[in-house]
């Protein structure tokens, strides 16, 4: 190694002073260039258009892991709502909004694009696609998710970048309780709800004296809705027997539920969602649990929070059992029957709770830009915040101002027994109207934050 | 006369430097020059070099450094939490964490060797993971993710009279915050003194000897060597650059999940050492970035992106290329990644440094510099392999 060619140290030396010469010059100017943001007139803001011809969302949601089928209708609703806005389309609920300022020509004359990205329900993996579109993309507004882990990680990333978040899925008392976020909206109900929503209907269908079993996912939105459910069932007399927490995406319960035929209890309730609750619930009905008598009473399962796309994994397991969903494609209200036939007139079949909900969520963003007259973030956030409309599905909503959460009636539903097609798998029990599953602001804690950041 | 070759550490340094710190302006024409995926190279670039003192030198394949990286993560979080949001405690304190982890679990694991102290590094790091994940979930917050809040204590911050802003605080150095371009020179300047103290194993005494043990350990033991002391300290060091790494992506980002001590995250680092070039300086690097980029950069492709790029050729064809590329981004992006490990693995199994090697060797040929060397080239610095 020691012997050195003489001719090869002159072309190696030449070679080396070029790069390193070229090197240094190229790399002092960026040394002192921070995030710039690409301000014009007016106040200054990130990814801000200018005078672009077009703006873009980025939709942000599951594309693998245990709630990847969310995550695929999310992003259906997405590119309707995106078609929607650009006036293509039948229009869908830009129809039937009510108060409404979009035009149908894009957002303030700027056409609607996207980006995509997978959040693997991993809180890592969704903020680092998050942030590739926010620094790479040039985003406007981020949307999506189905995990309230993900929603609370990535809103907590949009408040410190400054682009306003709205929510998906996501149904932790967390999202809007104690880690709100001054720019992350959501219009999905919550546990707290859910819980108030099922109380009276549980104790019609069961009784007051009741053992419950929880098997909760072991996450924020989890813990949470145990503890809503819990706080509910517990005030109608019902007994706790155990809450055993699993993993997201375990596969497997069955070691989770073999104990349960020997604890007493005569209700489960299961807060699991996507694949992990039609995997539990399916294990449930094979150990027979819905055929056992404890106590004396019928052995019930509860499942608080229900989708038709879990319903459709679930089968025949689903039939009879009780919870509550942010919306079903069956209310017959003129806005929902709009989105479902435009949604149905491009997919040839109904959207889930998921991709109402996000659909909602994009357009509810572009009107909020399109009152504001501009797409500086606090200007938006304060047309969004309060704002009152109706004509999406849920009857009159409000964006509650205090913590950017949605109030609006809640449906209880039970697995329909006699289906009469392949999607008519959740028939509707009641309607809970929105004073029932009303709390104050103050209730959760939690600080919404600056509005210039 | 100092020679200028790559045979000397400050040349081969300012190179380094240089490369690096420029990576904004290198990497724009492939759309790599956003500050997070440069962070990210420069990251598991480091995560990468640990990684490689441990398997280029002495063979012993670990297949649980993540759990270095997770350990690295949430303690740099609880420093934010705890002390200050200064991000050099949190790096000092996230490297001598993964270290007294890595010697605890090194110290047991290099009992075996092989297939076996694979197998015991992965269990490790797959209890941690579960720990992580359900156990300890009032230090690791579970599957949510530990993050940072309001009320958080930050006893130095606090001390110091940091008057509390409205909204979190942001990871800062002085005063500098550490997140876009600064998080990036950061993590650079730290990547670059990584390599160094790299360089210098490499080429020192300490590094031959590892190298020996891979070579042949038995016969180092008959010469009356104890191995055990070199192969722990080699584990421990891997390990403090695993809990370097760690702390780094709780400063870029102060968010930390279990996530990162999965097994998969074990296995992305070898993949990246072994595509790059195990056993050389540059090579994990370079699978670095190789991974990294198609990472983002292709699962973030569509078929209207597809158009856009072959939409020079004619309508019909077009079609055609983007039907059957399709597949290869977007969500396949791991088909892709999995066939070129292959190819790679097939036919450089010295992964793409070799290839590189090769390359520099037949342009010399072709323009009849000088002999063909393979023992000293250009890009591999005269690294044992």
Not at chain 1, 297 to 312: C, G, T, Y
Not at chain 2, 47 to 68: R, V
Not at chain 2, 215 to 243: C, D, E, H, W
Not at chain 2, 321 to 327: D, E, K, L, Q
């Amino acid at each position: 190694m020691s012997t050195k060619d003489k001719s090869k140290d002159e072309s190696r030396r030449d070679f080396l002073k070029a790069t390193a010469a070229t090197g240094i010059a190229a790399s002092s100017p960026m040394f002192f260039v921070k995030d710039a943001y690409a301000g014009s007139h007016n106040m200054p803001f990130r990814n801000n258009p200018g005078s672009a011809k077009s703006v873009k969302f980025g939709f942000n949601v599951p594309q693998s892991g245990a709630y990847a089928d969310e995550g695929a209708d999310e992003l259906r609703a997405y590119k309707l709502a995106v078609k929607h806005l650009n006036g293509e389309g039948d229009g869908g609920m830009m129809n039937t909004m009510k108060p409404m300022s979009l035009k149908g020509n894009g957002i303030l004359g700027k056409k609607v694009e996207y980006v995509t990205g997978d959040t693997q329900t991993k809180s890592d993996a969704a903020r680092a696609s998050a942030k590739r579109m926010i620094e790479k993309d040039g985003v406007l507004m981020i949307t999506g998710g189905s995990s309230s882990g993900v929603a609370v990680a990535v809103q907590g990333l949009c408040q410190e970048m400054g682009v306003i978040f709205m929510a998906g899925l996501t149904h932790s008392n967390d999202t809007t309780g104690k880690d709100k976020r001054r720019y992350g909206f959501r219009h999905f109900f919550n546990a707290y709800m859910s819980g108030r929503a099922l109380g009276p209907v549980l104790k019609k269908e069961m009784g007051t004296d009741r053992k419950a079993y929880h098997l909760t996912a072991d996450y924020t939105w989890g813990w949470t809705q145990e503890e809503s459910i819990k706080n509910t069932t517990e005030e109608l007399g019902w007994q706790t027997t155990a809450a055993v927490k699993t993993p997201v995406g375990a596969g497997d319960f069955s070691q989770y539920i073999t104990p349960i035929l020997n604890s007493g209890a005569d209700v489960l309730i299961l807060n699991h969602y996507g694949k992990d609750m039609i995997n539990s619930l399916t294990q449930a009905v094979q150990f027979g649990l819905r055929d056992k008598q404890v106590n004396g009473k019928q052995f019930e399962i509860v499942v608080p929070l229900f989708s038709r796309l879990m319903a459709q994994g679930a089968g025949d397991n689903i039939k009879g059992i009780l919870g509550t969903t942010n919306w079903n494609w069956s209310l017959k209200d003129k806005g929902s029957q709009a989105f479902v036939k435009s949604f149905g007139a491009e997919y040839g079949f109904p959207p889930s709770q998921a991709a109402h909900t996000c659909y909602v969520q994009a357009l509810l963003y572009a009107n909020a830009c399109e009152q504001a007259g501009t797409f500086y973030p606090p200007q938006v956030i304060k047309a969004l915040e309060g704002f009152n409309f109706d004509g999406m599905g849920n009857g009159p909503t409000e964006y509650r101002a205090e913590d950017h959460q949605c109030f609006k009636d809640v449906l209880v539903v039970r697995g329909n027994q006699n289906p009469s097609s392949q999607f008519d798998l959740l028939e509707i029990v009641q309607e809970v109207p929105r004073s029932q599953v009303e709390y104050p602001a103050s209730m959760f804690g939690g600080e919404l934050g600056p509005y210039v950041v | 006369m100092m020679k200028i070759s790559l045979q000397n550490n400050a040349v081969v340094m300012l190179i380094f430097s240089a490369v690096v710190l420029t990576a904004p302006l290198w990497l724009a024409p492939i759309g790599a020059d956003y500050p997070d995926l440069l962070q990210k190279f420069a990251i598991f670039g480091i995560f990468a070099i640990g990684f490689n003192i441990l398997f280029g030198l002495t063979g012993y394949l670990s297949f649980g450094h993540a759990a270095f990286l997770g350990i690295g993560s949430y303690t740099a979080v609880w420093s934010f939490k705890l002390f200050t949001m200064n991000v050099l405690p949190a790096v000092i304190l996230g490297t001598i964490m993964a270290g007294v982890f890595a010697l605890a679990i090194g110290y047991i694991s290099l009992r075996r060797s092989g297939i076996y102290f694979s197998i015991l590094t992965l269990a490790f790091a797959q209890m941690s993971y579960s720990l992580a994940y359900s156990v300890l979930t009032p230090i690791t917050n579970g599957e949510t993710g530990l993050q940072l809040t309001m009320n958080d204590a930050r006893v130095i911050d606090s001390l110091f009279g940091v008057e509390a802003e409205a909204g979190l605080p942001s990871t800062n150095l002085f005063g500098q915050v550490m997140s876009g371009y600064s998080g990036f020179y950061f993590c650079a300047v730290i990547l670059i003194i990584g390599f160094y103290v790299s360089l210098k194993i490499f080429r020192s005494p300490f590094g031959l000897k590892l190298t020996a043990i891979k070579s042949n350990q038995t016969r180092m033991k008959y010469t009356g060597f104890n191995t055990r002391p070199y192969l722990l300290s080699a584990f421990v060091i891997s390990g403090m650059y695993a809990g370097l790494a760690g702390a780094l992506m709780s400063i870029t980002d102060p968010l930390a999940g279990a996530e990162r001590m999965q097994w998969t995250a074990s296995g992305e680092v070898v993949l990246m050492t072994i595509l790059g070039g195990v056993g050389t300086l540059i090579g994990p690097l370079l699978g670095v970035g190789i991974i990294k980029y198609f990472e983002n950069i292709f699962s973030a492709m569509n078929p209207s992106a597809l158009h856009e790029i072959f939409n020079f050729l004619p309508l019909w064809l077009e079609n055609i290329v983007v039907g059957i590329t399709r597949h290869f981004v977007g969500d396949g992006w791991h088909l892709t990644l999995g066939a070129m490990f292959m190819l790679v693995v097939i036919f450089l199994p010295g992964g793409v440094m070799e290839g590189i090697t090769k390359l520099f060797n037949y342009i010399k040929k072709k323009l009849g510099l000088n002999r063909v060397d393979s023992e000293d080239h250009v890009s591999e610095g005269g690294d044992r392999k």
